[in-house]
C-alpha cells in the first residue's frame, strides 16, 4: 500500500448523505473526528428528505409524557412477535439500547427537535407488546430559510407530496384544506399556511420553506452539518475502497470535480448509500416475481455502498423474511419523461369506500393494513390468482372526499390523467370490469357482498377496520366503522397498482457497533454500514411507522461512536 498516492487524509470518510450518514458524520464530528462527508448526487438528504420523516425509537424520553409508559420487556415481547427470527437477538438489543441514547445525544445537541406521537399504533396493535403510542416519533417543522443560501442544496421532497407547486402539508393540513369552505377553523389554518408559501415564492425562494416529514428531519440534520462546519462534496460518487495487506479498509477513491482522488481514513469509512433499489439486476435477483423498476427511493440507490463492501469482503445479511420495505404504487406513464410513481400509503386505502381487487375481480387484502402488508398479500395471491397489477376502486362520492392516488380530492382536475391512462373511470361496476379486464359478474359479486357488510360495520373476509391502526387511518367521523362504506352509484374510479417498495432490506451484514463483517461473521476493521446499506434490524419485517429511519439515525450514532472511541 506504500505506493498510494493519497489525495487528503481525514479521520472519518462518510458516503451518502441521508439520516444514516449525517448521525454518523455529526457523531464523528462532536467525538472529536476529522470528518468529510461525500454525496453523490447534487444534494444533501438522500432518501430521507423524501420520506414520511417518522422514528420508531422505543423507550425515548417522550414515551411517558406522550401518554404511553413503555418497558424493555413490553418492546422486547413485541419485536419477538413480529421480526422474531428473521434479524438476530443482538442486533435487536444494540438497536434499543441504544436508540433512545442516540435520540437524547442529538436533542440535547440541539441537532434534532422531535415530537412523540400520542396516538400511533404500532403496525400489529393486537399482538402481545404492541403499543397504541409513543414510541414513533416526528421532526418537528423547519424553517428552511435557516439553511439560507444552502437551501437549494437540501433535496426537495416528493412533488406529489406537495400543493400549489410547492408548498409542503402534512395530513392535518390537507384535512384543513379540504375543510376550509366549511369550518372557520380549517379556513384560517389554510390562509396561514397559504399566505406563507406565496411569501417565500414572492422572495424569491423556489419552494415553500416550511419543512415537514422527511424533508424536516434532513433539513435539521444539514443544519447542523452546517453550524459544525463539516465538510461536504456534492456530486462526488465513491468508486473503491482501499485496503491493506491485513484487509483493513484504509480509505477510498472518489471522484470529485472531475478527477479521481484517493482519500486516506485514519479511523475508518462509513457507507450510508441507500441500499439497491435502483440496481435492476439485483433487484432480479433478490426480489419475488414479478417486479420491476418501481422503487419510490432515488434512482440514484443503486446499490453503491453495497458493490464497495462486497469488494472489500464484507458479507451479505442473511435470515431476512423480505428483502425490501413493500408500498403498493401507482404509476403514471409520461411520454418523453420518467413515469411518475406515487406510493398509496396512509391516505386513501383505509378510508371508508374503497377496496381493492384481483385480476380475478376479488378482494385480496384488508385495505387498511400497513402498506408493507399489502404488497406482502399482493404477492400470496398472486400465487394463484393474477394480482400484479392489483385495482383499487372507488366511487364518486368517495373521490371527490379523499382522492384517489394522483388523483386529488376536492373536485380537482383529474381528466388529464384518465386521458393518460392512470385512472380509469366508467359509468357502471360492468363497464369498469371491462375496463380493468376482470369478470364483471364477479366485481359485481364483490361489491355487492363488501357493500353488505360495510352497511353493518364489519368485515368478516379481510377484517377492514379491526384494528386500531386501521381504524387510525380511517374517517374518525363515520361510524360505526371508520374504514367501512359502501361502494354508491356510479361513475366508479379505479388505478391499478404494483409492488413497489420505499427501501431494501437485505444489505451488508454488521454487528452491533455498524462494522461490516465478513463470511465468517469477523467485523472488517475500518468499515461500517448504515442504514439502508446495513441489513435490515427488522429482517425485512415491518412493525411498526419508522423503522426505517429510527435504525439508520441510530447506528449512524453508533457508528460515530465507534469510530471515535472503539478498538483501533
Known sequence: MDSIKWDKEVDALVVGSGAGGMSAALTASVEGLDVLLVEKTGHIGGSTAISGGALWIPLNAQTDAAGHPDSFDKVWTYLQETVGAAASDDMKRAYLQAGPRMMDDLVERGFLQVA????????????????????????????????????????????????????????????????????????????????RY???????????????????????????LLSRNIPYWLNTPALGLVRGDDGAVLGATVEHQGRQMNIRTRRGVVLATGGFPWDSARR?????????DWSMSPRDNTGDGIRLAEGAGAALGQGHCSPAFW??????????????????????????????????????????????AFVEAMYRSHADTPTVPAYLLCDQRFIDTWGLGLALPGGRPRQHLIDAGYLLQ??????????????????????????????????PDFGKGGTAYNRYLGDPDHAPNPCLAPLGAGPYYAVKVVPGDI?????????????AVDEAGQPIAGLYVVGNDMHSVMGGAYPAPGITLGPALTFGWVAGQHLAHGQH
Not at 418537528?140 to 437540501?154: A, I, P, Y
Not at 432480479?284 to 420491476?292: D, E, I, V
Open 327 to 372: 408500498a403498493p404504487v401507482s404509476i403514471l406513464e409520461q411520454p418523453g419523461r420518467a413515469p411518475l410513481h406515487y406510493p398509496h400509503l396512509v391516505w386513501d386505502r383505509a378510508k371508508p369506500g374503497l377496496i381493492a381487487v384481483n385480476g380475478a375481480g376479488r378482494r385480496f387484502v384488508n385495505e387498511s393494513t400497513s402498506y408493507h
Open 284 to 292: 432480479q435477483q433478490a426480489y419475488p416475481h414479478p417486479t420491476g
Open 503 to 515: 427501501g431494501t432490506a437485505c444489505g451488508i451484514a454488521a454487528n452491533r457497533n455498524a462494522q
Open 426 to 459: 366508467a359509468p357502471t361496476l360492468q363497464a369498469l370490469a371491462q375496463e380493468l379486464g376482470v369478470p364483471a359478474d364477479a366485481l359485481a359479486a364483490t361489491v355487492q357482498r363488501y357493500n353488505q357488510h360495510a352497511e353493518e360495520g364489519h368485515d
Open 198 to 224: 406565496y411569501a417565500d415564492r414572492l422572495r424569491g425562494y423556489h419552494r415553500g420553506t416550511r419543512l415537514l416529514l422527511g424533508n424536516a428531519l434532513a433539513a435539521q440534520l444539514f443544519h447542523a
Open 116 to 195: 412523540a406521537r400520542t396516538a400511533s399504533p404500532d403496525y400489529y396493535p393486537d399482538r402481545p407488546g404492541a403499543a397504541l403510542g409513543g414510541r414513533s416519533l416526528d421532526p418537528v417543522e423547519f424553517d428552511g430559510r435557516k439553511l439560507g443560501r444552502h437551501f437549494r442544496t437540501l433535496r426537495d421532497p416528493l412533488k406529489e407530496f406537495t400543493v400549489l407547486g410547492g408548498m409542503m402539508v402534512n395530513i392535518t393540513d390537507v384535512r384543513h384544506l379540504l375543510r376550509a369552505t366549511r369550518a372557520f377553523t380549517s379556513w384560517r389554518h389554510a390562509m396561514k399556511l397559504v399566505l
